[in-house]
């Protein structure tokens, strides 16, 4: 079973950063794809950015590119999320997401089987 753990959330300006960190136990994070997304109120959960298992292939929604960066630490078991340039709209419950290796990093959230309990990010202008 594989457990995910988010930190990082809080309260920032507008223009601000912060970094999300997944700790992932259970199994080992390298033979996982893994994925943020977020899920602002009355809406959707959406698809923020991806990491292949190996770190090599990224994969970013339009709103963020440039803004964010996924990273992840196979010998910490740990994933990020770089966010800078941060914007009221980025306001959310950001999610880590894990799914077993696939040929592209996927988008939806079907294709995903393990999933954090969220951290709150909140952006104020």
């Known amino acids: 079973q594989v457990q995910l753990v988010e930190s990082g959330g809080g309260l920032v300006q507008a223009g601000g950063s912060l970094r999300l960190s997944c700790a992932v136990s259970g199994r080992t994070l390298s033979t996982y794809d893994m994925a943020w997304f977020r899920q602002a109120p009355g809406k959707e959960r959406e698809f923020v950015a991806g990491?292949?298992?190996?770190?090599?292939?990224?994969n970013y929604a339009r709103s963020v590119k440039g803004r964010f960066t996924i990273s992840r630490d196979n010998a910490k078991n740990t994933v990020y999320l770089q966010m800078n340039s941060l914007r009221p709209e980025d306001t959310a419950v950001y999610y880590c997401?894990?799914?077993?290796?696939?040929?592209?990093?996927?988008?939806?959230?079907?294709?995903?089987?393990?999933w954090g309990q969220g951290t709150q990010v909140t952006v104020s202008s």
């Open positions: 997401a894990a799914t077993g290796a696939k040929t592209i990093v996927v988008v939806t959230t079907q294709r995903y089987d393990y």
């Open positions: 990491s292949s298992w190996s770190g090599r292939s990224t």
